[in-house]
C-alpha cells in the first residue's frame, strides 16, 4: 500500500543523547515536511524539503537537522534532545509545496 | 504577524449540522485547507479552497471568503465517527502551511 511510513512510533530517550526520526514515502512526493504537535498548539513546521537535495527552516528549526538524499526519505535528527522536544513528530509529503500533504502516522518521543 | 484562530472545542449532536469557524491573518494567501484529526492519529485532508465560494464533497462543504480573512467547514448529518479535532491551516507566501490550534468536535447521541 502507497503512503509514508515513519519509525519509531514511540521512543523514550535520555536527555543529551542523539536520536534519528525516520521517513519514507513511495509517492513520487516532491515535498516532506516535519512538525511537531504539543497539546493546544498547532501543527508548527520544523524543517520542510520541497525536492530532493534542498532543504529549508521552519518555524521551530533549533535542535534539529534533516538531510533529503532522494526523493523517498527525510530523516529528522535530534543531535542532543532536550525535555522540551518532548512531543510528536509527524512527517507529510505533497506531490508539490501547493497540494495537499498526506501524514504518517507519527512518532511519540518522550525525553527524560 | 500570522495568526489563524478557530474555537477550541464544538458539541453537537448525531444527525444534526455544525459549522466550524476559521479566521486568518497571514503573510500572503495562496489556499486554505481543512484537515481531519481523530485523537491519537494523524491528520488527513478534507478540503481545499484558494478562490472564495463553496466547495461540497459529500457531507463536508467549505467556505472561503479571502476579503474577510473567513472559513468555515460545514459539517451535515453528524454521525459519531466525526468525533475529532478539525483543523484549519493556510498556505501563505512562501507556500508554507500555517497551522490553527485546532476545533475539538464533540458528537452526542
Known amino acids: 500500500t502507497a503512503g509514508i511510513t515513519q519509525a519509531p512510533t514511540s521512543q523514550i530517550l535520555a536527555a543529551g543523547r542523539s536520536m534519528t526520526l525516520r521517513c519514507t514515502q513511495d509517492m513520487r512526493h516532491n515535498a516532506m515536511y516535519w512538525y511537531r504537535q504539543d497539546l493546544g498548539l498547532g501543527l508548527r513546521l520544523i524543517h520542510y524539503s520541497n525536492t530532493a537535495g534542498t532543504t529549508g527552516k521552519g518555524e521551530v528549526p533549533d535542535g534539529y537537522s534533516v538531510s533529503r538524499a532522494n526523493t523517498d526519505d527525510f530523516p529528522l535528527t535530534l543531535a542532543s534532545a532536550v525535555p522540551s522536544q518532548t512531543s510528536v513528530y509527524f512527517c507529510?509529503?505533497?506531490?508539490?509545496?501547493?497540494?495537499?500533504?498526506?501524514f504518517g502516522d507519527g512518532t511519540r518521543l518522550s525525553i527524560l | 504577524g500570522q495568526n489563524i484562530d478557530q474555537p477550541t472545542e464544538m458539541t453537537a449532536t448525531e444527525g444534526a449540522i455544525v459549522q466550524i469557524n476559521c479566521t486568518y491573518q497571514t503573510s500572503g494567501f495562496n489556499g486554505l485547507f481543512w484537515y481531519q484529526q481523530h485523537a491519537g492519529e494523524a491528520p488527513t485532508f478534507l478540503s481545499y479552497n484558494v478562490l472564495d465560494g463553496l466547495e461540497e464533497k459529500g457531507r463536508f462543504s467549505s467556505f472561503l471568503s479571502r476579503s474577510k480573512g473567513y472559513s468555515y467547514l460545514l459539517l451535515k448529518e453528524l454521525q459519531m465517527k466525526d468525533s475529532a479535532s478539525y483543523l484549519c491551516a493556510t498556505l501563505d507566501s512562501n507556500y508554507q502551511l500555517i497551522w490553527g490550534a485546532g476545533t475539538k468536535l464533540i458528537i452526542k447521541p
Open positions: 507529510a509529503s505533497s506531490l508539490n509545496s501547493n497540494q495537499p500533504q498526506h
